[in-house]
């Protein structure tokens, strides 16, 4: 089973809501990412967690917080988002270690009015 | 620093016919990794195949097939008698040793394949 999911599929939310995105798999996995893509584009890496501990961070705004709660699951938390953070944003689980290929979810769209 | 280059925007064929996606690399490690992912319009990723820097053999897995040549930094893909479900964006990738080095992707390419 090669399957990540991803909840919501779709999300709308306003300037001053605090919303989560949630991701979860079950391959044994113990790195896994967020992705934030804007349309027409290729995936941007936001963060990397390690064996349930963040590892990289691309200087992602503080808006955006991740939590790797156990190894199976990571969620994105999202408190007063801009409209510019409105995007399709992506997990990925693999293994740790070097040149292991990535799986990816579905994607939550999220709209921020 | 690592690069990839996806030269091709955007491809359009006419179903059953052969079309190849380029993708040329830069990278100044001798450990390094190729991949290609497909994004189909529902906007997951979709795994193709991983290829290491140690390995130059070609690969076939049914109508795709895959051209690494370490001289010309290159990793192209094939798709023979493309159909309308091969319509998708396509991504190259490269990721250097060691550690979990983030995938550094090209732009994309979007084929579309008409009936």
């Known amino acids: 089973d090669t399957e990540v999911t991803q909840t919501p599929k779709h999300l709308v939310m306003g300037m001053t809501n605090k919303k989560s995105l949630k991701c979860e798999q079950h391959?044994?996995?113990?790195?896994m990412y967020w992705y934030k893509q804007k349309a027409k584009k290729p995936p941007e890496l936001m963060f990397v967690?390690?064996?349930?501990?963040?590892?990289i961070n691309e200087s992602v705004p503080s808006r955006f917080s991740p939590e790797c709660p156990n190894s199976s699951l990571l969620n994105l938390h999202l408190h007063a988002l801009q409209p510019e953070d409105s995007a399709l944003y992506l997990c990925?689980?693999?293994?740790?270690?070097?040149?292991?290929?990535?799986?990816f979810g579905p994607g939550t769209r999220l709209t921020v009015t | 620093a690592q690069k990839v280059t996806q030269a091709q925007t955007e491809i359009s064929v006419v179903e059953k016919e052969d079309v190849t996606l380029d993708c040329v690399y830069e990278t100044r490690d001798t450990t390094y990794y190729l991949f290609w992912y497909k994004q189909p319009p529902s906007g997951e990723l979709v795994f193709l195949i991983r290829?290491?820097?140690?390995?130059?053999q070609n690969e076939i897995s049914g109508r795709y097939s895959w051209n690494f040549q370490k001289s010309t930094s290159s990793f192209n893909f094939t798709i023979t008698a493309s159909q309308v479900v091969d319509s998708a964006v396509y991504f190259c990738?490269?990721?250097?040793?060691?550690?979990?080095?983030?995938?550094?992707f090209g732009k994309g390419t979007r084929l579309s394949v008409i009936a």
């Open positions: 967690y390690s064996y349930e501990k963040l590892s």
């Open positions: 990738a490269l990721s250097e040793s060691p550690g979990n080095t983030p995938l550094v």
């Open positions: 391959m044994g996995h113990r790195a």
């Open positions: 290829r290491n820097s140690f390995d130059e």
């Open positions: 990925a689980s693999s293994h740790p270690g070097q040149g292991y290929e990535q799986y």
